[in-house]
């Protein structure tokens, strides 16, 4: 009797614990079917159609079945506007101006990710609005030169902050009925050669380092359509190269949705049919010569591709429109579109997410925050305070409703209380053409600076805005940055105004790190911060007077100079002959900084508070049985000083010994926690298989390997507050 119990218990037991994925199952093999049943019904004609594009965001539709064509659009940062079926010309129709949302790297710098997913629904409500199906976002690649044109768009070195952001982003935006096109997959680090060049990475760092932010997107965000990069892997171009779309990303991983080419980054038909490319989306030729257009349908007549591969592109684009209803759905109407976008509460929503990137790195004497009560004047000295960057960068670009520059958030929260006394100080022009190249980065104004000077000493405070803008050869698609420096003379802009007045802070606006030169030793104050959004303005003057108290921690290495980051250190940038070896391996961002012993001028994770924290009472389990599914640590936080604020801890492991080379430390659990002045909390976070394993390549799989592992709790990754040991067994 008591064994029937049991039994009976056990049933009932793994009928609740399985009956979610019995019924997402069973959800799924439904949708599959009808995808079959549509399938059967297309001639091979329409399934040709289907898979490559005919204009620039879209693909071709059967309206005889209710199949739609795919619209798709640019982000993350926003909804791309409108622009022509056949050029990238904006189409003007003056109501496609919406949400400005802060950039991937400011989002990282939050280390929230509830905010993550925030700004996902925040974008997904906007493309839903826009009539789009799929996002093309967000993009995750790696930051692995400090030069990369496109790491503001990006969201850190580091994988395991990318997952934990990039599934709850994912997961906001597909909550709106639209696909996440996450990109560009994989190991597209540089803009340099983009399209041609020939990356070498060894399968550790692969598995390791460049692809688990895709993983988790795949796998627990659920993304629905993922975008092949433009660069080659060991010598296939990505976009379907077999190694990482049929194997891992189709194969390993389950991938059920769809791979949609970067713009023109397909080169070959029969490749693209074979290995696993599902979409093929352009630019330059006419939509009937695409490789995946009629020399795919010839292809396949002579027997090259079979039509199987055709029936599974297909049934892989028809699984992602019953996803989000999109067959035989209404034809989209674009009245009333206008004042649905970019509605108060999803700008105010911005503003969150702004105000937490905000990332402190100097606070000398506590010069920040700035008292209104006691300046009669502040100069505002840079072409950052005025400067718009919601129109730049490439297929980032957008038509914003509004975008508050510093010197508007300033102005507005100063009011006639303090006399703002404003200058550029540097001569930088914003080309709206981001092709432009910009001939001014080189150029030092002296008559600039005489005046910055001059506004400077007459004031009671300076804040110089400065850093990098969307400008070709800037951060901007399809080039890199020549060099680390900050352009248009602003190094001596610096110096010569924080020699006329000492009170200044200087706040750095740009997605990488810059190189600070010797006026950063007399600065007291400095802040980092990535593109901020439409609401920049507001939340950096928010931060500045103190009501609110920053709390972004970099989500990369700021090094010292250029010649530090591990691809410079080894000469393995932008790659020679065509090709680039990643031959720092695992060592990206802190873990070559920390493994190498190079010290940086800002480690990865750092960022200050206008209060103190004080760690205490680590409480690791003694030893972890190498099955356990999760192993949880405890450890206290208390707010010492005097304004409420918000910690980033960050739990970073280490095996002591290990056949396998491991770095020093790696990220593997962080928690945001809000604390009052005065008020301590306990702080909870767990660990779970993966964190302890490596990707062991003679295996094909993921293991650890028993032993001593350091636990270590820090405030970055160089301010280690509690260590503790665990033995995995
Ligand atoms: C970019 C992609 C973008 C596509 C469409 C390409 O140049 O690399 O990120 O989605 O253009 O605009």
Redesign the pocket.
Known sequence: MKNRIIFSLLIITCFFACKPSLEKGSADQKLQAKADSLLSQLTLEEKIAMIHARTK?STGAVPRLGIPSLRMS?GPCGV?MEINLDNFDPIGWGNDDGIYLPALTAVASTWNPELAEETGTILGQETRIRGKHIQ?AP?INIHRSPLNGRNWEYMSEDPFLISKLVVPLIQGLQSNGVAACV??FALNNQETNRCTVNVKADERALREIYLPGFEAAVKEGGALAV?GS?NKFRGQYATYNKHLVQDILKGEWGFKGTVIS??DAAHNTLEAGNDGLDIE?GTERPYDKYFMAKPMFDAVKQGLVSEKSIDDKVRRILYVMLKLNAINEAPFDTTGMRAKLAIPKRCMATRKVAEEAIVLLKNSNNILPLDISKMKSLAVIGANAIAKHSFGG??TTIEARYEITPLEGLQKKLGNKVKINYTPGYPQTLKSDWQNYDNTLDTISPKMIAEAVEVAKKSDYVIIFGGLNHNFKLEA??VDRKNMKLPYGQDLLISEVVKANPKTIVVLLCGSPVELGGWFHSVPGLLQNSFLGMEAGNALAEVIFGDVNPSGKLPYTFPKKLADSPDHALGEYPGKDGIIHYNEGLYVGYRYYDSKKVEPMFPFGYGLSYTQFKYSDLTVPKEIIGSSDSVVVHFNIKNTGQYDGKEVAQLYIHEQKCTFERPLKELKGFAKVSLKAGETKTVKITLNKRAFQFYNPAKKAWVAEPGIFDLLVGSSSRDIRLKGETILK
């Open positions: 965001f640019d791309r093309l993009g990109k560009h975008m433009y970067d713009w989306m490439g297929s698609e399809g």
